[in-house]
């Protein structure tokens, strides 16, 4: 058995979670903050079988897609080193960073 904890943009979210459930995968969902943009994110524990990890990892794929964005920096302008850091940046946003962890024991209670 394998645990993944994916981390998701909170926009990719709901759809992930759908698609999981319809294909029989259960989840927990607990809410986290990005560092970079301090926007929110949601991390998934997810339990899956050996033989269904790669099933599970494609759903992931397939829901959280990057994409781009134009964010403008966080820096007042008056303490800008560099007056060009106060312009919009195109960042990559969304997509899933996915760890899969061995489990040794589960268990309901």
């Known amino acids: 058995?394998?645990?993944i904890l994916a981390i998701v943009q909170d926009t990719d979210a709901p759809g992930l979670t759908k698609a999981l459930l319809e294909k029989g995968f259960q989840s927990t969902k607990l809410?986290?903050?990005?560092?970079f943009?301090?926007?929110?994110?949601?991390t998934l524990l997810i339990g899956v079988e050996d033989e269904r990890l790669g099933e599970?990892?494609?759903i992931i794929r397939e829901k959280c897609r990057?994409?781009?964005r134009l964010v403008t920096p966080g820096v007042p302008l008056?303490?800008?080193?560099?007056?060009?850091?106060?312009?919009?940046?195109?960042?990559?946003?969304?997509g899933a960073v996915v760890f899969v962890l061995p489990v040794e024991h589960f268990f309901k209670v």
């Open 66 to 68: 990057t994409r781009t």
């Open 31 to 35: 809410a986290s903050t990005g560092g």
């Open 37 to 42: 943009l301090r926007e929110g994110n949601t």
């Open 78 to 94: 008056a303490e800008a080193p560099d007056p060009f850091l106060a312009q919009p940046i195109e960042v990559q946003v969304g």
């Open 56 to 58: 599970a990892l494609e």
């Open 1 to 3: 058995m394998k645990l």
